[in-house]
Nanobody
Framework: EVQLVESGGGLVQAGGSLRLSCVAS????????IGWFRQAPGKEREEISC????????YYADSVKGRFAISSDNAKNTVYLQMNSLKPEDTAVYYC??????????????????WGQGTLVTVSS
């Protein structure tokens, strides 16, 4: 059974940092494309980063490039999203997601089939 458990969200002041975790069970994260998404209140879900071990490169949306970093620990079957220099506009529910690794640089949202439950990040000004 596939399970994804996210943690690490919370309230942080602008300029601060948070690290989100997504622990997977039922599959190996290294075999899948990894994505991080967010949905701010009243807005559509936005893909902010994706990567796959077969491709070796990582996509970042312009809104987070240079501030956020995706990583994984295969021994813990866990993926992370390190978020630095947080801004109030980063306030959102953040989701990890996994899809079939097809060796691409970018994976659109519809290619992700396993989703975490979401964790709320609130950045105060």
């Amino acid at each position: 059974e596939v399970q994804l458990v996210e943690s690490g969200g919370g309230l942080v002041q602008a300029g601060g940092s948070l690290r989100l975790s997504c622990v997977a069970s039922g599959f190996f994260v290294d075999d899948y494309a990894i994505g991080w998404f967010r949905q701010a209140p009243g807005k559509e879900r936005e893909e902010i980063s994706c990567t796959s071990s077969s491709d070796g490169s990582t996509y970042y949306a312009d809104s987070v490039k240079g501030r956020f970093a995706i990583s994984s620990d295969n021994a813990k079957n866990t993926v992370y999203l390190q978020m630095n220099s947080l801004k109030p506009e980063d306030t959102a529910v953040y989701y990890c997601a996994f899809g079939l690794d097809s060796g691409k640089y970018y994976y659109p949202e519809y290619e992700f089939h396993y989703w975490g439950q979401g964790t709320l990040v609130t950045v105060s000004s």
